[in-house]
């Protein structure tokens, strides 16, 4: 089966970074475009960053674009969200997600999720 185990999460200051990771188990992370969603409390889960499955394209949210960057390292199955500059309106639980056939933004369309990474910002 097919699992996928988010890391990296933590607390930080405004102005701060993480990178978060993301491991897929299971089948080979080349079989999949990859994204990143996440829910602050009391919000929908919403749309972060995407990667395609040959690393043509990659998307990003307004709210994250020029702070974050989304990659991915074939050969350890992984990918990962560097994101930089935070503030306190990024803190969420983040979720990696794994799609066969998708609509980058659309969460409905990914079929695998990790258990989620919890990030704080926070002074």
């Known amino acids: 089966q097919v699992q996928l185990v988010e890391s990296g999460g933590g607390v930080v200051p405004p102005g701060g970074s993480l990178r978060l990771s993301c491991v897929v188990s299971?089948?080979?992370?080349?079989?999949?475009?990859m994204g990143w969603f996440r829910q602050a409390p009391g919000k929908d889960r919403e749309f972060v960053a995407a990667i395609s499955r040959a690393s043509t394209g990659s998307y990003y949210s307004d709210s994250v674009k020029g702070r974050a960057t989304i990659t991915r390292h074939y050969a350890n199955n992984a990918v990962y969200l560097q994101m930089n500059s935070l503030k306190p309106e990024d803190t969420a639980v983040y979720y990696c997600?794994?799609?066969?056939?998708?609509?980058?933004?659309?969460?409905?369309?990914?079929?695998?999720w990790g258990p989620g990474t919890q990030v704080t910002v926070s002074s």
């Open positions: 299971g089948h080979t992370s080349r079989s999949f475009s």
């Open positions: 997600a794994a799609s066969g056939s998708w609509d980058y933004s659309d969460s409905t369309t990914y079929n695998y």
